[in-house]
């Protein structure tokens, strides 16, 4: 992924209230695993995916 789709990706993100603790969990993966491939430090495809899903609902924290 392209360093300007990942920052669109980020910023999706944030804006429907996910942080990356958060992301960790849904994803089961650590907080850190997050940063790395939302930085484009590692290549997941299949977490890329899932996070792409992710940016399209809200945060259960942001839900509350």
Aim: glycine share 4%; hydrophobic share 35%.
């Amino acid at each position: 992924m392209t360093h300007a789709k990942l920052c669109e990706l980020r910023k999706r993100l944030r804006s429907a209230g996910w942080t990356q603790r958060a992301l960790a969990e849904a994803c089961n993966v650590t907080q850190a695993h997050i940063s790395f491939v939302l930085r484009g430090k590692r290549s997941s495809q299949r977490l890329l995916e899932r996070l792409c899903e992710l940016s399209r609902t809200k945060s259960e924290t942001t839900a509350r």
